[in-house]
């Protein structure tokens, strides 16, 4: 680990153990929200600018914008990508990004703590307890109700899939609900993560699929890269991607490829490369299937619904693993090649489509 790394690593932990305890002295026990109604500006704060955290909140705004159906939700986040993972949700108004580097950009890093202070805000959550910046952000906030993302060890206890980064912040949500004494459905079923592809995009990525195969085959996706300790080895891959093409010689082979332009099977299947987020899922989201590791684009090819096998090598699996529509994380620690197949043909069985595709 890098000395900036390790500086970066004290330095959460300081700022986590500064405001673990924000906001939990005043719990607000004596509000009561009788109607959902006076509900109308809501902030959610998720200061962070990867893909796949960016993605995995996109289940707690679908739950704020259906409990609250008249609200505006203004996002609290980092980096650029925010606007084009929500642009087609129609109650997200305004992003608030915080500048990456804030010593290098303190007038902007400024400015933006000064916006919360200024917007009137009816509720302001905090999606991620462990967030100091987040719990910060709430605490600052000019809003009548501020919930922290406090966690409720009984609901933990209750929920078998509790862990998961994308469903507790809306179990705890429900429950900060309940305690305002607004009724809630705490055995509802938590929303996938949901780009939400117009047609005429997943129309231009079938068109763009078809010129990469030209064949009328279906296809399966795989995507060999992932970030540090996750990225599974080359010579795994090989022998993987050996065992792909001889059992599913019926099937299309698609890698797509990373930023950095790198392939763990030496660029041995055909590829698609593109910048744009919305391009790529468009893309994946006229595949029958998706493999790869845990990276930003296995939440993508969750977020426009394309079953999706994670692989998981290092990172926590029920924390992180691809959910709904047939996916399922996998910990390639304990799986064999048998295992494998059996896995893979019963998701290509199931006759299970893309909602997006059974739309057009």
């Not at 307890?129 to 933990?156: C, P």
């Not at 993560?193 to 995009?201: I, M, R």
């Not at 080359?234 to 392939?263: G, M």
């Not at 790529?280 to 990276?295: R, T």
Request: proline share 4%.
């Amino acid at each position: 680990m890098s000395v900036l790394s390790k500086i970066n690593v004290h330095r959460r932990s300081i700022m986590r153990n500064l405001t673990k305890n924000v906001g939990k002295t005043n719990m607000q026990n004596d509000f009561i929200l009788v109607d959902k109604s006076e509900i109308k500006r809501v902030l959610i704060c998720r200061p962070n600018g990867r893909l796949g955290n960016l993605l995995l909140i996109t289940p707690l705004v679908q739950e704020v914008s259906e409990m609250f159906p008249n609200c505006k939700i203004d996002l609290f986040v980092k980096g650029t990508l925010a606007p084009i993972i929500f642009e087609k949700y129609d109650t997200v108004d305004k992003i608030i990004h915080l500048p990456k580097k804030p010593f290098k950009s303190l007038i902007a890093y400024s400015k933006v703590w000064i916006s919360l202070k200024k917007t009137p805000y009816d509720l302001a959550i905090n999606v991620d307890q462990n967030s100091s910046s987040g719990r910060l952000a709430v605490q600052f906030s000019n809003a009548k109700y501020k919930f922290f993302g406090d966690s409720n060890d009984e609901i933990a206890e209750k929920k078998s899939d509790f862990e998961h980064i994308a469903k507790y912040p809306v179990y705890n949500f429900r429950n900060y609900l309940a305690k305002l004494r607004l009724p809630t459905s705490s055995n509802k079923i938590i929303a996938p993560l949901d780009l939400k592809l117009t047609a005429s995009e997943i129309s231009e990525g079938r068109k763009i699929l078809g010129e990469l195969t030209n064949n009328d085959k279906r296809t399966i996706c795989i995507f060999t890269y992932a970030t540090g300790a996750k990225c599974l080895s080359e010579e795994w891959w090989e022998k993987f991607y050996s065992q792909l093409t001889a059992e599913y010689k019926n099937y299309n082979i698609i890698e797509v490829l990373p930023v950095e332009n790198v392939s763990q099977i030496g660029f041995k299947a055909p590829t698609f490369y593109s910048k744009d987020i919305r391009e790529i899922g468009s893309v994946i989201a006229n595949a029958d299937l998706f493999i790869g590791a845990d990276s930003g684009i296995m939440h993508l090819s969750s977020a426009v619904h394309t079953p999706t096998i994670g692989l998981f090598s290092v990172s926590n699996l029920k924390k992180y693993e691809p959910y709904d529509n047939c996916s399922v994380g996998i910990d390639v620690n304990l799986y064999t090649k048998k295992e494998y197949i059996k896995t893979i043909n019963s998701i290509l069985s199931s006759g299970t489509l893309n909602i997006y595709s059974r739309a057009i």
